[in-house]
């Protein structure tokens, strides 16, 4: 065999490797999906107006989960906890003839939105409480025990365990603290808030400027 060849064979199963790798990664990354925040977005606004309460077309309801888990008219399951690929909901989502697809005759879903389903009932179809209904749990503050959190100027900048839940969506985003207004704008600002008006000079020279 000639030298080139080698090198393309070996180049071929780099490649593979690459593909390989990466797609294993990118499956990995698939972050646990919430049903409130982002599952029940989609189903209320592309399919509950005909698939819940009292529209039940094709005798499917998304309303609850009981229902949503039950035969549809067809006789087949639109939900499979765990198995998008025998899922109804999904092939009809994914269809290309706008007939058949759901949401029916409307413009079909988004790649983001249709992925959103599919890890949704591949990671079981979780349903959730209405938040109101849901306990109040104690969370803990993002970064509070890490230390790679503390960069830049995060724990720095905290104050409160409020300020770590803030700066940890900022920081993803690429955004930064703005610098702390002067005392007199904080007191102009917290003054308006709680009675409508600004401060009396009385209580401007009771919160003076930083020496
Ligand atoms: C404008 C009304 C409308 C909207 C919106 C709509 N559907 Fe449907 N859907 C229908 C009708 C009508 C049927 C029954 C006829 C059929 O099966 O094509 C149906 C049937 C279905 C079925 C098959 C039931 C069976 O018998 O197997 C599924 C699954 C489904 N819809 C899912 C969805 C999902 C998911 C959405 C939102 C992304 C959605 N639909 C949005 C009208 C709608």
Redesign the pocket.
Known sequence: MHRWKHKKILLTFSIIIVIGASAFIMSANHSAIDFNTQVKP??NK??I???GGVKR????S?LFRIDALSK?????L?IVPGDPVHS??IR??TLSDPE?R?????AP?SKEEIEV?RDWIKQGAKWGDHWAYVPVQDMPAPGLKSSAWHDDIGIGWAKNEIDHFIWDKMKPMGLKPSPEAPRATLLRRVSLDLTGLPPSPAQAAAFPPHP
Not at 57 to 60: K, L, S, V, Y
Request: glycine share 6%; charged share 25%.
């Open positions: 989609i189903l592309k399919c107006v005909c698939h077309q094709g005798d499917f998304l549809a008219k067809s006789g087949k639109a109804e909901l009809r989502i058949d759901m949401p029916y005759k409307q879903l389903l």
